[in-house]
């Protein structure tokens, strides 16, 4: 398989300062050296980014919708070839990944159709004296940075509505998983973005070069997807020049089961909610909460399914559980659960890290007390810890007793109790008998500690424009 491993700056692939290699978490085997950037080549980023800007804002709104259209195509047309790389680099099977594949050229679809569709308004004012013009311009130069987990999706999740609003960018990928987004670069090439639009670095020193680009006052944005801790940290950074930050950071999901749900259809819901990703999404469900009557058929059903996924490399055949993205990730995930087995949870299924090579957990059922520990920590893998509750409003509280507030399922077959019940929810999205809801035409984003601004959706644009009223006298 053809691989990028250059960095990609002013339309050109360069070295950079060192190279770092990529790990199949299957194997253990190195797949690639990719190159890193050290200051030079982050500061020629800017410059490409900043020199592109004036003639790409400027590009009509039509000729940058066929550019992306060109880039879904593109992408739709490489899908096995995108959707293997993906499984190489991250872990994650390949039915996954071809589902992730389709999933982020949907935003270049999407966002091809939105960068036509900038609203304005042009209005008489209350007192009459002048006229309100409302129109939109882009932010500018874009700093994107991406997490493993969806390699292709978050990048293409900021790259389309950067692109549709007339940004220019540097897109940073997570150092597990950059040959994806190398890969999305030379897609973008060959859908005629031009030189310096979109630019890709991999510093060698994240966090010093990042703060560097953060710091420089060409950059106005800031667009980040990764976990609420290094969110923090960057929100702290953008203060000091003041700039524009999105942030699509960590969740911590509550899947609640209601005593009138349709108990299949929750299981079928949990196993997507749970599994997709091998657990490693944002979205994950992390705390099952479940009503005490239908408690037991719950539980014997889910682990049953849990029990039956077939864990392997990615791209074997028949895979349904693969790898987490390193072996430090999965000792993470195996930390938590030993603690939360240590603190009382009961067993149901799993929670043994197996030998050799290949940083796999197994798919881990338990049930747990409402105050495990478990249940305040983002669980990235294959580990559902059950709560048993008696009440609606002890679901409530329950689901609520997060910092976060990404997204939220709830199964009931009554839809105004659903709905009631969504609306105490304190997320940013909901799932009402449904185990995925992520869609590129709805608004993504969480409330509380899982971040800032929206994705996709009539809003995900908004995140890269900004608003200029012009009063007129007339
Ligand atoms: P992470 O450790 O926060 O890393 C995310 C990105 O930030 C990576 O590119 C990483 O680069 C970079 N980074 C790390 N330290 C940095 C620093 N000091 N300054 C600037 N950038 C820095 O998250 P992850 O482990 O890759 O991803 C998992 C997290 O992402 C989970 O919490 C998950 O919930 C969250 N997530 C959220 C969403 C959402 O839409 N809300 C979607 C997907 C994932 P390096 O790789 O070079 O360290």
Same mark, same amino acid.
Request: proline letters at 6%.
């Given at each position: ?5 250059? #960095?990609y ?14 790990v ?13 950037a050290?200051?030079?080549e ?27 259209r ?33 999933? !982020? ?7 091809s ?25 882009? @932010?500018?130069?874009? #700093? ?37 987004? #190398?890969? @999305? ?24 070069? @990042? ?5 420089d ?5 800031l667009?980040?997807t ?11 950074e ?9 942030? %699509? ?32 999404a ?6 099952? *909460?479940?009503?005490?009557?239908? !408690?037991? %058929?719950f ?35 195996a930390?938590?659960?030993d ?6 949870a ?10 050799g090579?290949?940083?796999f957990?197994?798919?881990t059922? #338990? ?10 920590? %983002? ?6 810890? @059950? ?7 002890? !679901? ?10 990404l997204i ?30 992520s869609?590129?035409?709805?608004? *993504? ?6 971040g ?23």
């Open positions: 398989m053809q691989l990028k491993t250059e #960095l700056i002013d339309g050109q692939w360069v070295q950079g300062d060192g190279t770092l290699p990529v199949d978490p299957s194997t253990g085997a190195v797949i690639a050296e990719v190159a890193t050290g200051a030079a982050c500061m020629a980023a800017v410059d490409a980014a900043h020199k592109a800007l004036p003639a790409w804002s400027k590009t009509a709104p039509r000729v940058r919708a066929e550019i992306l060109k880039a879904f195509e593109i992408m739709v047309a490489e899908s096995d070839h995108l959707a293997t790389l993906i499984s190489m680099e991250n872990g994650k099977v390949f039915s996954d990944a071809k589902g992730e594949v389709a999933y !982020a050229a949907e935003f270049f679809r999407w966002f159709e939105e960068a036509v569709r900038t609203p304005g308004d042009f209005r008489l004012s209350p007192s009459g004296d002048k006229r309100i013009l409302v129109t939109h311009q882009p @932010i500018g130069v874009s #700093l994107l940075i991406t997490p493993w987990n969806f390699p292709a999706a978050m990048a293409t999740r900021k790259i389309g509505p950067a692109l549709a609003a007339g940004c220019t960018m540097i897109l940073k990928p997570a150092g597990e998983t950059p040959l994806t987004a #190398l890969w @999305i670069m030379d897609i973008m090439e060959r859908a005629g973005v031009p030189k310096g639009v979109i630019n890709l670095v991999l510093p060698s020193q994240t966090g010093p070069m @990042i703060s560097k680009m953060l710091h006052p060409r950059v106005r944005n667009s980040f990764g976990s609420t801790q290094v969110g923090q940290l960057l929100i702290r953008s203060a000091d020049l003041v700039l524009r930050t999105s942030m %699509e950071l960590g969740g911590n999901a509550p899947f609640v089961v209601l005593d009138d749900a349709n108990i299949d259809e929750a299981v079928k819901g949990a196993m997507l909610a749970k599994m997709r990703n091998g657990g490693a944002c979205t994950a469900a992390n705390r099952f *909460f479940v009503a005490r009557t239908v !408690a037991d %058929e539980i014997t059903k889910f682990a049953a399914a849990m029990g039956a996924l077939k864990v392997a490399p990615g791209l074997a055949d028949g895979a349904q559980l693969g790898a987490s993205v390193s072996i430090k990730e999965r000792n993470k995930i930390e938590l659960v603690a939360s087995v240590a603190a009382g009961e067993v149901k299924l799993g929670a043994t890290t197996p030998e090579p290949g940083a957990y197994p798919a059922v #338990l049930v747990v007390e409402k105050n495990n520990p478990i249940l305040s920590q %983002e669980v990235f893998g294959p580990v559902a810890p @059950i709560v048993i509750f008696d009440t609606d409003e002890e !679901a409530i509280e329950l689901a609520n007793a997060t910092e976060y507030g939220s399922y709830v199964y009931s077959e009554d839809l105004a109790r659903g709905i009631r019940t969504a609306e105490a929810i304190e997320s940013g999205m909901v799932a009402i008998n449904r185990g995925v809801i869609d590129p035409a709805a608004p *993504f984003g969480g409330y509380k500690q899982s800032l601004g929206r994705e996709g959706g009539f809003d995900g644009i908004h995140e890269f424009l900004e608003i200029k009223y012009i009063g007129v006298e007339i």
